[in-house]
Nanobody
Framework: VQLQASGGGLVQAGGSLRISCVAS????????MGWFRQAPGKEREFVAA?????????YYTDSVKGRFTISRDIAKNTVYLQMNSLKPEDTAVYYC??????????????????WGQGTLVTVSG
């Protein structure tokens, strides 16, 4: 599976941005798709995840609940992260990831086998 993230950029605090991750090389049936982020000088952290199957489940870290929405378009093999009410502390490189053998640990980076290259989101205050 190859993952290509895009859509990052510079946005003012309070603004919105949608980033995308296109998967290729394999259909994502039964995969878990996640977004992580890494701010300068900080550890990579979980942001959101969605299961690929019909009736998908979504998961969020507390700091983005109510502001971010993860979704997937099965026909386009794409997962999105809609980010609203952005804050300067959301500034980071955002990475998409895919997990073929989901064990329930959606928040753990080592759960995921495949990673995209990252897209930079900068929120100015």
């Amino acid at each position: 599976v190859q993952l290509q993230a895009s859509g990052g950029g510079l946005v003012q605090a309070g603004g919105s941005l949608r980033i995308s991750c296109v998967a290729s090389g394999r259909t994502l049936t039964n995969y878990l798709m996640g977004w992580f982020r890494q701010a300068p000088g900080k550890e990579r952290e979980f942001v959101a995840a969605v299961t690929w199957a019909t009736g998908s489940a979504t998961y969020y870290t507390d700091s983005v609940k109510g502001r971010f929405t993860i979704s997937r378009d099965i026909a386009k093999n794409t997962v999105y992260l809609q980010m609203n009410s952005l804050k300067p502390e959301d500034t980071a490189v955002y990475y998409c990831a895919a997990d073929q053998f989901y064990s329930g640990r959606y928040f753990a980076a080592d759960e995921y086998e495949y990673w995209g290259q990252g897209t930079l989101v900068t929120v100015s205050g």
